[in-house]
């Protein structure tokens, strides 16, 4: 059974209930009839959400495909905040007036309502919720499926790749009408000069008595001036829109050019309003529209005036095709309503007419630019639970066919922390330089995510000279230039000005879903653009997802989180706060599979009900994902023993910051406590290469590494140092025509320590030296316990013969009895028993922290908590099976702690018995011994310990921790043959959480 990155299948959830397959009925031309989705909407619009209630009223079940992590985005993605006050009657009457009403603020001008843009985002997946419309977020329509000029179903594209929905009904109601594009209908451009306009908002604005400003005509702008807006936090709130004529040649190219020029407009008019208008002399830039906004700008031929259904392909739906020149100025809510209405009625109305959504040999699957038949795409039928949804993987991409939108000497696919930062190094070295960016911004966690202040990390560097720049702008766009956080829309402006300038290309919303592979080399990707899938080509590729994904395309192989099962870092969404300038608060999501879009989306759904009604990030920032397997792979010995390597090109420094449970050995053992130890890691070019492919670098979260020692790489300054690093890396590539493996490493060096990346005595090969071991050992043999941690992150091969004949000579072999367990030796298990024995009544809570915290381990020597966790921890090591009886007298005296502490950090709501709880199921687990069935069975029915499954993942879910511990001890359970184990991992594979139900399955599958 395969592996799948779409919906719950992302890691095989379960047996036949998880993957039950269509049963399909024969007909002519063996057609499998499938009957699933109603109607799909796609484009989570205002429109779009207003059609897909009147179909839902309607009867029809009803699924909304929006590009976006958040709905209506005629206000919400282009910053338009505000309605006519002669409106809000009209818009209290539709199908959204209580969204919209308790959307609107307190504060109008000029004839016109403030709205909070938090507040209507909320809003509008509630009541589509409510009403049981279903929405998919983050993922591109792409094409549409036909059956006999019949419409059954979209193709669309995510981080998954790319997948058809069959459907009986789809309705168009994208930005640009590229559904009608796929499904070939004709359609005609509306001119050259289309309007656009972009939305800046700011507070600390003395309020004009006239809406509109004067404006420069060297920034060529519409009418010379800007329209001034109502903001809802205060009377200095208010929201700056301007326009420009926007010149294309054609639809394809419009979008990208109008939003490099409205962000470089945007800059420059923040400048000049500040500085030459006195009402803006004092103003604080908070954000900038995440997209501009534009007239229609293409007309759709052979559409019924009527039903808004297309002529030439049954079952498909257009939103504004039928308006003219003269109408497309003219947009109304109460228009968007009249057409909803009718959409809306009108689709749900042919769904039912329909019994049955047929998909088979005659099915063809339409791109826009291509037609072939469905079954060339190698469609494999799948089945997701959590949705009830029906879908089919696409494994095949018709590479030839698809068109070229760049060609360049490197291509970085991601432009968060490390990918941006490594498109500027690439342009400062004057090569071709292409970026894309799924999002509508640049900067990953530290802008668009909100995260914009630095926990720990190595500020030197390219860092270092970054933050100057991002200075600088916020000098330039803002009169705030107090705070020691940066300004998040100044960061973003920042990355996006740098590249520009030195002629780099930035494509916004596009997505990656499969790399161009030719043998071992990557040659580019495919991509999903609001146009359609696009080839983008390279010599040397750069993946900065932040999830590994061009790496798994390619066939390397992966780990999520944790090596052992699979266990993730929380994820973020950042809740907007205006203080002096607009600032993000870290919320913590729980566990998010960000390669999983309906468990992304679960993220989506959590964030909108955690966040404020003011405004909140667009951005899930997902700590930790995939982890590649790269030439070498950075451990957690290396950072325990702060190794060098010759190959260095980037430091991480921080202390561990772990947002969930720890997951290696040593950890157990407690020598990683939260929060209390910094450290400095030197980061190996090696780990950037992945395994047996070539002309492909990863950076950014996915690196090679085991998961506890990538977390002392992930902070924001190392992984930018990373990236421009890795920039300079592909540039010497390029310019020296050879592979990534073969370039000068001492070369990049010199330029790193230059830069001030990397410091001379980073750069070694030092590691153990044979002749330091024997005095380690001396050490410990004479009671030394601080010398034991740097034993266990010695080779094995070289340590263990040195401990063996230690054993059998000292006078007190304990501790060389906890080494030689360490390393899988049982020689001195009776003594680790008997010490035991000796401890096992001491009290069982971890030290807490003086806020309440669980410090997660210790600093110096083992408390008599932590003596104790170590002890369980290596009698499971070393499979000392004779251990049985203590280990299950310590569960029988085991329980939860008390209930999970309120902090929203993950790891701060552990109780304190977690770590115990944990160290005793997976070192019973490795013994499965059939007596510890008992004692595991009664701990689960201690309370606070059991019942953590979620049934349903889009309403609040229970405690991740929790359902994680009761998952752990299940796992034990069921490797000691207990029934009851075996039941609760069942239960676990239908969690609607894609990290605990892919545990889950595994260890009902693992051999």
């Not at 279903?134 to 006999?148: D, K, N, T």
């Not at 939003?259 to 030459?276: F, V």
């Not at 511990?965 to 969690?991: M, N, P, W």
């Amino acid at each position: 059974m395969k592996r799948r990155d779409f919906l719950v299948c992302a890691l095989s959830l379960a047996p036949a209930a998880s993957f039950s397959k269509q049963q399909s009925d024969r007909r002519n031309e063996n057609d499998a009839a499938i009957n699933q989705v109603d109607v799909i909407v796609a484009g989570g619009s205002i429109k779009g959400c207003m059609a897909a209630l009147q179909a839902a009223e309607s009867g029809a079940r009803v699924l909304v495909i929006e590009s976006r992590s958040y709905l209506g985005s005629e206000i919400t993605a282009a910053l338009r905040p505000w309605i006519q006050k002669e409106s809000v009657s009209a818009i209290a009457q539709s199908p959204l007036g209580d969204v919209f009403t308790s959307s609107l603020g307190d504060i109008g001008f000029n004839d016109e309502k403030s709205l909070r843009v938090g507040a209507l985002k909320k809003g509008l997946l509630r009541i589509l919720s409510e009403n049981g419309v279903q929405v998919l977020f983050q993922s591109q329509p792409a094409g549409v499926l036909i059956h006999q000029e019949e419409t059954v179903g979209l193709a669309v594209t995510n981080k998954a790749g790319l997948q058809a929905i069959p459907a009986k009904v789809v309705i168009d109601a994208t930005d640009n009408k590229c559904v009608s594009y796929f499904a070939g209908i004709k359609r005609r451009d509306m001119g050259f000069d289309i309007p656009v306009s972009r939305t800046l908002e700011f507070i600390n604005v003395n309020i004009p008595k006239e809406n509109t400003v004067s404006a420069s005509k060297v920034l060529g702008l519409q009418n010379n001036e800007v329209i001034v807006h109502p903001g809802s936090l205060d009377e200095s709130h208010c929201y700056v829109e301007f326009s420009f004529k926007g010149a294309v040649k054609t639809v394809n190219e419009g979008a990208m050019l109008w939003e490099r020029q409205a962000r470089l407009k945007s800059i420059r008019l923040c400048e000049y309003l500040i500085r030459s208008k006195k009402a803006f002399e004092k103003a604080v830039l908070l954000q900038t529209s995440p997209e501009v906004k534009h007239a229609p700008f293409v007309i759709i031929s052979g559409i019924d005036v009527n039903t808004h259904e297309s002529d030439s392909v049954k079952n498909l739906f257009v939103f504004n095709a039928v308006y003219n020149s003269r109408q497309r100025d003219k947009e109304s809510f109460e228009l968007w309503d009249r057409d909803a209405r009718r959409i809306g009625s009108f689709a749900a109305k042919r769904s039912k007419e329909i019994k049955n959504t047929i998909i088979g040999r005659r099915s063809v699957l339409s791109l826009g630019f291509y037609i072939d038949d469905f079954s060339s795409f190698k469609p494999q039928l799948e089945y997701d639970r959590r949705l009830d949804l029906s879908f089919y993987n696409l494994t095949d991409f018709p590479l030839k066919n698809i068109p070229v939108c760049d060609e360049s000497e490197v291509l970085i696919v991601g432009g968060g922390t490390s990918g941006a930062s490594a498109a500027i190094s690439a342009c400062e070295q004057s090569c071709k330089t292409t970026l894309i960016e799924p999002l509508s911004g640049l900067g990953g966690t530290g802008a668009i995510g909100g995260i914009n202040t630095y926990y720990h990390g190595y500020r030197g560097g390219f860092t270092a000279e970054l933050d100057k720049k991002v200075l600088a702008m916020n000098k330039r766009i803002s009169t705030e230039k107090t705070s020691p956080s940066w300004h998040i829309e100044a960061k973003m402006m920042t990355f996006f000005e740098e590249i520009v300038k030195m002629e780099g290309n930035v494509f916004f919303q596009t997505q990656a879903v499969n790399t161009i592979l030719e043998g071992r080399r990557v040659l580019g990707v495919v991509a999903s653009t609001p146009d359609g899938l696009r080839l983008f080509k390279a010599k040397v590729t750069i993946d900065a997802t932040g999830d590994g994904d061009l790496a798994a395309w390619s066939g390397v192989r992966t780990h999520m989180g944790s090596e052992t099962d699979g266990d993730l870092q929380t994820c973020n969404q950042c809740d907007w706060r205006v203080r002096r300038k607009m600032d993000g608060v870290n919320i913590d999501l729980a566990v998010v599979d960000n390669r999983d879009p309906i468990d992304r989306t679960r993220g989506y759904y959590t964030g909108h009900r955690k966040n404020s009604d003011y405004d909140f990030s667009p951005y899930i920032s997902v700590r930790e994902s995939r982890h590649i397997e790269g030439d070498y792979t950075l451990q957690i010995e290396d950072v325990m023993t702060q190794r060098r390597f010759d190959d260095a090109i980037a430091i991480g420094k921080t202390d561990f910051d772990r947002h969930g449970m720890q997951s290696s050995p040593l950890a157990r053992l407690g020598y990683l406590p939260y929060h209390c130890d910094e450290k400095i890691v030197r980061i190996p070019y090696r780990v950037c290469l992945p395994k047996n492919v070539d002309c492909l670098f990863v950076i950014g979260k996915a690196f090679s590494a085991q998961s506890d020692a990538f977390c002392f790489m992930r902070m924001q300054p190392d992984l930018q140092n990373m990236g421009c690093a890795i920039g300079l890396a592909a540039s010497m590539a390029v310019k020296n025509d050879c592979p990534i493996r073969d370039i000068d490493i001492k070369v990049l060096q010199a330029q790193l320590q230059n830069m001030k990346i990397i410091r001379e005595d980073d750069i070694s090969d030092e590691n153990y030296s044979i002749q330091s071991l024997p005095r380690l050992v001396r050490s410990l043999q004479q009671g030394d316990e601080t010398m034991l941690l740097d034993i266990l992150c010695a080779p094995k091969n070289e340590i263990l013969p040195l401990l063996k004949e230690a054993f059998t000579s000292a006078r007190d072999h304990a501790l060389i009895a906890m080494a030689l367990a360490w390393f899988g030796s049982d020689m001195g298990a009776d003594v680790l028993i008997d010490e035991l024995k000796t401890l096992k009544d001491a009290p069982q809570e971890s030290e807490l922290y003086s806020d309440g915290r669980p410090s997660g381990g210790f600093v110096g020597i083992p408390s008599t908590y932590w003596k104790v966790n170590q002890l369980i921890v290596l009698l499971g090591q070393a499979k000392a099976a004779r251990a049985i009886d203590v280990l299950c007298e310590i569960v029988n005296n085991t329980d939860a702690g008390g209930l999970p502490q309120p902090h929203e950090r993950l790891h701060w709501r552990r109780v304190p018995n977690y770590d115990r709880i944990i160290s005793l199921a997976e070192t019973l687990e490795k013994l499965a011994d059939k007596k510890a069935i008992g004692p595991l069975e009664s701990l689960l029915k201690k309370p606070y310990l059991s019942g953590h499954v979620s049934k349903n993942g889009f309403v609040s879910p229970p405690n991740y921790s929790s359902a994680y511990l009761e998952l752990i001890i299940a796992r034990a359970l069921a490797k000691c043959g207990s029934h009851v184990g075996f039941q609760i991992l069942e239960e676990y594979t239908k969690d609607q959480r894609t990290v605990l139900s892919a545990h889950a399955y595994r260890a009902l599958h693992e051999k």
